[in-house]
């Protein structure tokens, strides 16, 4: 199987501030990558498809990048509502999808 | 609305059984494969089985293979997750989740688009 690993596992911010999460796969995966952001209770919801595009209706503040081994999820100004745990998956290989270990963001 | 609604959980001893059920509506069930996900305990996301839309084609994590079975009616719109010879470490939150596939630069990318609320399976004496 593929393992997924992101860092840091959590994080502490503030409203206003930027935040990048890493997420590194075991081997090449392209831009097959998506990111959920998941708050106490509830399911995860997606954000970011395909390492880089934005679900509808997701604000732009959330961006993705990379490709290959190595991807970003970033916020570009944190907000409120954005305290929640963020896990990325990797969607290579169908007959085995795995997530990465999640990263909690905290108000600072 | 798209929406997906689990049921079937509870607790259950060691070595028991449960089947999970994750009925849909607001889309075409057939269209879509469909997948559960699990979450124990303060911990994160396991994908644990995935089905086609014809369920011709199934899929495991080792951790459930050969104890867990996926289905689908499709004349019902329900998914289903059999669970059998269950342990502790099967204790978890499951998620049921429709499998959306979009096409960028003509080469399909999949994502859980929409997920149930979650059932609660608990394995213990």
């Known amino acids: 199987d593929i393992q997924m690993t992101q860092s840091p596992s959590s994080l502490s911010a503030s409203v206003g501030d930027r935040v990048t999460i890493i997420c590194r796969a075991s081997?090449?995966?392209?831009?097959?990558l998506n990111w959920y952001q998941q708050k106490p209770g509830k399911a995860p919801k997606l954000l970011i498809y395909?390492?880089?595009s934005l679900q509808s209706g997701v604000p732009s503040r959330f961006s993705g990048s990379g490709s290959g081994t190595g991807f970003t999820l970033t916020i570009s100004s944190l907000r409120p509502e954005d305290f929640a745990t963020y896990y990325c998956q990797q969607s290579y290989s169908t007959s085995g999808l795995t997530f990465g270990g999640g990263t909690k963001v905290e108000i600072k | 609305e798209v929406q997906l609604l689990e049921s079937g959980g509870g607790l259950v001893q060691p070595g028991g059984s449960l089947r999970l059920s994750c009925v849909a509506s607001g889309f075409t069930f057939t269209t879509y494969a469909m997948s559960w996900v699990r979450q124990a305990p303060g911990k994160g996301l396991e994908w644990v089985s995935g089905i086609s839309g014809t369920g011709d084609s199934t899929y495991y994590a080792d951790s459930v293979k050969g104890r867990f079975t996926i289905s689908r009616d499709n004349s019902k719109n329900t998914l289903y997750l059999q669970m059998n010879s269950l342990r502790a470490e099967d204790t978890a939150v499951y998620y049921c989740?429709?499998?959306?596939?979009?096409?960028?630069?003509?080469?399909?990318?999949?994502?859980?688009?929409?997920w149930g609320q979650g059932t609660m399976v608990t394995v213990s004496s």
């Open positions: 989740a429709k499998d959306w596939i979009t096409r960028i630069r003509g080469v399909p990318h999949d994502a859980f688009d929409v």
């Open positions: 395909a390492a880089s």
């Open positions: 081997q090449s995966i392209s831009i097959y």
